[in-house]
Each structure stands twice: as C-alpha cells, then as structure tokens.
C-alpha cells in the first residue's frame, strides 16, 4: 500500500455499500431440466473430442444426429457432417497418428450449444489439407462449437481456427505454393 492512498476500509466505505447502484447480472435459468441438458451436452462434448483424439471417426458419427450439419470455416467447407466432415476427421487421424486434443475450457450456453477451446497437438505422418509430409510437430489452438439435441445427439458442428499458424507449423513457406500430394 502507498502512503497517501485511501483504501477501502480507511474510506469506511463497506462493501455492501460499494456494490450499490449497479445492477445485478442476470441470472441464469433455475431449472433443472436447463442443467440436466448443460450437463448432459457438457459430457457429449467431452465424449466428441475422446473420440476425435483416439481417431475413432466412426463413433463420432453415430453421436451426429443423420443431417448434422458442419462448418469447418477455415477450410470454407459447410455440408454434411456424415460427408464433409468425416472426411476432414479421417485426414485428420490419417495424418496425425499420434494426435493429442488438449480440453483447455467448455462452456454450454443455454440453447445447449457446447462451445470448446481446444489444442490439438501431434507430429504430422502424412500429407494434410494439401501440405506435403515433412514430420513437423503441429500444435494449433482451435475453437468448435457443437449443437446438441435434447435426445443427447449433436445436430451441428462448427470449428474455427488460424490457418495461416497451422501451415506455417506444417512447414509451409508461401501459401500461394503448397505442394500438393496425391493421395
């Protein structure tokens, strides 16, 4: 404390008093069927990047409800999740064998949106979005957004992250020249 400078308890001031004139944050709904549904799209969630991080695609899939719907932004992919999106997932596992998915915050808001930060890590084994195989170790902060259905499926998938960071962790020097490999 500086000499000279007032503190709360030298003001007299209490805290109940400080407090008054603003407003209270509302509240979040009570009920419990709201948070049996934001606990319940909490756990699909969390079961959604198991799946993901032991590249079991499959079971993914059979958590999707049939016309899931999926954007992957930075790709400017939007389609089905059981097409598109399952494509990206298997070159995901394809081209990172040994992918870690590190769960650093979860939020469900209250239409249960499960809203995920996540860092995917892993050393690449194979061609991935075009860039050639050069065993690079990527690390890559990612954000997804899943839709899940009161009956516990997810009805859609949104996923965002830098793909400027990700190609330069793969190696790429100039994204006008990615060297594309067949498949």
Known sequence: MRPGC???????ISSRLRTRGR??????PC?????????????VARQ???????ADVDEILCMVTPDAAVSLVPLQVHGSMVAEGAAYLYELARSFP???????R?????????VAEITIEGTQADAFLGAA?????????????LEVTPDDRISAVTAYWD?????????????????????
């Not at 009920?31 to 756990?43: F, L, P, V």
């Not at 959604?48 to 032991?54: E, L, P």
């Not at 195989?133 to 997804?144: G, I, R």
């Open 98 to 104: 040994d992918l870690v998915i590190r769960l650093r």
């Open 106 to 114: 979860l939020f469900v808001t209250t239409d249960s949106t499960a």
């Open 163 to 183: 793909s400027n960071q990700l190609y330069r962790r793969l190696g790429v020097k100039r994204l006008d020249k990615i060297t594309i490999t067949a498949r």
């Open 23 to 28: 407003p209270k944050p509302p509240q979040a």
């Open 31 to 43: 009920s419990s069927s709201w948070r049996s549904e934001q606990m319940s799209a909490r756990k």
């Open 133 to 145: 195989n050069l065993e690079k170790h990527v690390d890559l902060d990612q954000a997804w957004m």
């Open 6 to 12: 007032p503190t709360w308890s030298s003001t007299g």
């Open 48 to 54: 959604f990047f198991d799946h993901m991080q032991a």
